[in-house]
């Protein structure tokens, strides 16, 4: 089974920071990768899909690289309604979320 | 627009079967990949299953020996049955379409299990 760590678990950011996010595979998923955001009593939202492609709708301050099994996702300025958690969720053989980064307001 | 809607009961007592229907509006079931996931409380995400019309269904290996995902196109559902409950499997379940740049998922529904 492919294992997706994701780090950090946590962290304490400003408007207006440039935060990044980090999901590594166990093993290679090509760019099987994609982004989600999650708010209290919400469902998960799709921000980027195939590593880097951004959903439609989604502010491009997001933004997502990496391939293989090092993967980021990158908010240049942080905005008070992005503060959420975040997965990461590997497709390449079968489905694995990362453990989730809860980005709180400094 | 598509919207998905899960359905079932609230609470499953120990032991017993876990049934849920993700009703599809504005939309059809016979493309894209659908699948199941759920979130215990306070917990993340945890993937259970898919179903896509050209290669069926796959499953969690973790839950594989007590999951059944199937659909109904006649009714519009897609559904998850899910045996031997335990404390374990009290989540919010969400039903979801994904395929290319698209993506959908439902409210979400939580189900407790409990005696």
């Known amino acids: 089974d492919i294992q997706m760590t994701q780090s950090p678990s946590s962290l304490s950011a400003s408007v207006g920071d440039r935060v990044t996010i980090s999901c590594r595979a166990s093993q290679d998923i090509r760019n099987d990768l994609a982004w989600y955001q999650q708010k209290p009593g919400t469902a998960p939202k799709r921000l980027i899909y195939?590593?880097?492609n951004l959903q439609r709708g989604v502010p491009s301050r997001f933004s997502g690289s990496g391939s293989g099994t090092e993967f980021t996702l990158t908010i240049s300025s942080l905005q008070p309604e992005d503060f959420a958690t975040y997965y990461c969720l590997q497709h390449r053989e079968h489905l694995t979320f990362g453990g989730g980064t809860t980005v709180e307001i400094k | 627009q598509a919207h998905l809607q899960e359905s079932g009961p609230g609470v499953v007592k120990p032991s017993e079967t876990l049934s849920l229907n993700c009703t599809v509006s504005g939309g059809s079931l016979s493309s894209q990949y659908w699948r199941w996931i759920r979130q215990p409380p306070g917990k993340g995400l945890e993937w259970i299953g898919n179903f896509y019309y050209s290669t069926g269904t796959t499953y969690n290996p973790s839950l594989r020996h007590r999951v059944t995902i199937s659909v109904d196109k006649s009714r519009n559902q897609f559904s998850l049955k899910l045996t031997s409950v335990t404390a374990a499997d009290t989540a919010v379940y969400y039903c979801?379409?994904?395929?290319?740049?698209?993506?959908?998922w439902g409210q979400g529904t939580m189900v407790t299990v409990s005696s």
């Open positions: 979801v379409r994904e395929f290319g740049f698209s993506s959908l």
């Open positions: 195939g590593t880097s």
